[in-house]
């Protein structure tokens, strides 16, 4: 069983910087493959991006490419999402989440499907005032 705990969630300003952390625990954890995700108040869960399991491939939305990196410390079982030039939409609770492969799929529907992860941490409410 894998348990992870999302945590860095806050009150920003439009602009400013911010990173979240997954920590992981109960695996292997360059097993995985690890991807974020967010969710704004009255809509869909939303693709974030997407991280290998030895970190070396990174995808992500369009939304946040450019202003978003992942990374990972597979020592210390831990996954960062860095988010800079925060905008107001933005806002949501982020959600980390881990899909057995390290290797990512080659289909983006596939990475971007939140059905495909199996594990899935609380989320962290991230919020960007304008």
């Known amino acids: 069983q894998v348990q992870l705990v999302d945590s860095g969630g806050g009150w920003v300003q439009t602009g400013d910087s911010l990173t979240l952390s997954c920590t992981a625990s109960?695996?292997?954890?360059?097993?995985?493959?690890l991807a974020w995700f967010r969710q704004a108040p009255g809509k869909e869960r939303e693709f974030v991006g997407t991280?290998?399991?030895?970190?070396?491939?990174?995808f992500y939305a369009n939304s946040v490419k450019g202003r978003f990196t992942a990374s990972r410390d597979n020592a210390k079982n831990s996954v960062y999402l860095s988010m800079t030039s925060l905008k107001p939409e933005d806002t949501a609770v982020y959600y980390c989440?881990?899909?057995?492969?390290?290797?990512?799929?080659?289909?983006?529907?596939?990475?971007?499907?939140?059905?495909?992860?199996?594990?899935w941490g609380q989320g962290t409410q991230v919020t960007v005032s304008s």
């Open positions: 109960g695996t292997t954890f360059s097993n995985y493959r």
């Open positions: 989440a881990a899909a057995l492969g390290a290797v990512q799929p080659a289909s983006m529907r596939i990475r971007n499907d939140p059905n495909q992860y199996q594990y």
């Open positions: 991280i290998s399991g030895t970190g070396r491939s990174t």
